[in-house]
Structures are given as C-alpha cells and as structure tokens.
T-cell receptor, first 112, second 115 residues
Framework: LAKTTQPISMDSYEGQEVNITCSHNNIATNDYITWYQQFPSQGPRFIIQGYKTKVTNEVASLFIPADRKSSTLSLPRVSLSDTAVYYCLVGDYGSSASKIIFGSGTRLSIRP | DSGVTQTPKHLITATGQRVTLRCSPRSGDLSVYWYQQSLDQGLQFLIQYYNGEERAKGNILERFSAQQFPDLHSELNLSSLELGDSALYFC??????????????FGEGSWLTVV
C-alpha cells in the first residue's frame, strides 16, 4: 500500500471551507483514494472515495490531480460537528493481500 | 447505524484473563476486519477474514486469534490479557475482499479495560 502523509492537525472556523491535503507519492495504477472521518470513541465513517479528477457527494469533494500523487479533501462550510480526525487511505484493496492500514490522520478542530 | 454489530460494548477484566469479542457484519458483507485503537492512538489493523478464510494479517499478537464462522460473524479472542491490551476494538465489514470501489463499514467498537 502507498504510504500517505497528512498534516497532524488543522484549525478552522465555522462557515469556512476546509481543505485537507494528503500526499501519496508512491500511488500505484490500481490504487483508490479513500477518506474516513472518526469522532472520539466511534468507528471511522466513510466520507468519499475517488480514483482521478474530482468526486463530489453530499458532504465533501475530493480533488485528485492528474499525477495522482496527492489528493485534497474539501469540506464546504464546516460546523462544530465537523471536529474529528480525518484519515486518507490509498491502496488497491481488492488485491489478495489487502491490509487496510490507517495512518495517523489529521485532527481537525473547528471553532465558533 | 452502520449495520455492523459488536458485542459487548464494554468489558472490564483482570490481567491474565481471556475474553471474546463478537462481530456481526452488515447483511451481505463477506469480509470482516478487526482493528485495535488505544487511547489517543491510531487504528492498528489486526486481521481480515473473507468468507471464512483469513485474508490478511497485521500486527496481531500471538495471544490474539480470530475466526469467521459460516454465518459470517466473527470473533476476536484475546488471551493472557495485559494492561496494555486495554483499548477500543473495532470490527468492520465490506462486501468483497477489499474496498476498492466499495466501502468499509465500522461498528461502534468494544471497549476493553484490563485491570
């Protein structure tokens, strides 16, 4: 699995757009990029997944440049409830030796 | 509600004891994953089963074992417990052997406290 690098922490304010970037220089051709959100004492929750270009759903957007060596999770107009840890995962999880490894994540703190 | 059910939610036991954590995956999911998360630590991948067979193994201690039964529920057995085993243990499931193009769904976890 490709190693990922994310900022350890980020701060923002309610109503702002937050962008969290993940670096994955060794991403392979078959790898997908997936983001999860985790609140304290709860299981991680799937946010969004993409392979290239841009993906958007009801909660976030995922921007992936052409070289796919990084990706950016964009959270529009955050609220206090978006305070959580965000994990970026990269891999071809369909492979026979899949190990879904979570990195350290980015601790996002939203202030009023 | 993710559809993944874990029991018990909380468990307190003494050092040296053995416990079993149970996980029922989402209906239709064939893969089950186990993770350990200590206080303020990241998620440590332990092991994955797919349709009853071990698929991938992470940093799982020899004192720990797991299995997936024909009805697809899974159990994680922790023996000779030590204080450092106190953690939140998560089970997750997905439809296929890996989540490329699909999603892993996590349960709410089982809190284990070893005293």
């Amino acid at each position: 699995l490709a190693k990922t690098t994310q900022p350890i922490s980020m701060d923002s304010y309610e109503g702002q757009e937050v962008n969290i970037t993940c670096s994955h220089n060794n991403i392979a051709t078959n790898d997908y990029i997936t983001w999860y959100q985790q609140f304290p004492s709860q299981g991680p929750r799937f946010i969004i997944q993409g392979y290239k270009t841009k993906v958007t759903n009801e909660v976030a957007s995922l921007f992936i440049p052409a070289d796919r060596k990084s990706s950016t999770l964009s959270l529009p107009r955050v609220s206090l409830s978006d305070t959580a840890v965000y994990y970026c995962l990269v891999g071809d999880y369909g492979s026979s030796a899949s190990k879904i490894i979570f990195g350290s994540g980015t601790r996002l703190s939203i202030r009023p | 509600d993710s559809g993944v059910t874990q029991t018990p939610k909380h468990l307190i036991t003494a050092t040296g004891q053995r416990v079993t954590l149970r996980c029922s995956p989402r209906s239709g999911d064939l893969s089950v994953y186990w993770y350990q998360q200590s206080l303020d630590q990241g998620l440590q991948f332990l092991i994955q089963y797919y349709n009853g067979e071990e698929r991938a193994k992470g940093n799982i201690l020899e004192r720990f074992s797991a299995q997936q039964f024909p009805d697809l529920h899974s159990e994680l057995n922790l023996s000779s417990l030590e204080l450092g085993d106190s953690a939140l243990y998560f089970c997750a499931s997905s439809v296929d052997a890996g989540p490329s193009g699909s999603t892993i769904y996590f349960g709410e976890g089982s809190w284990l406290t070893v005293v």
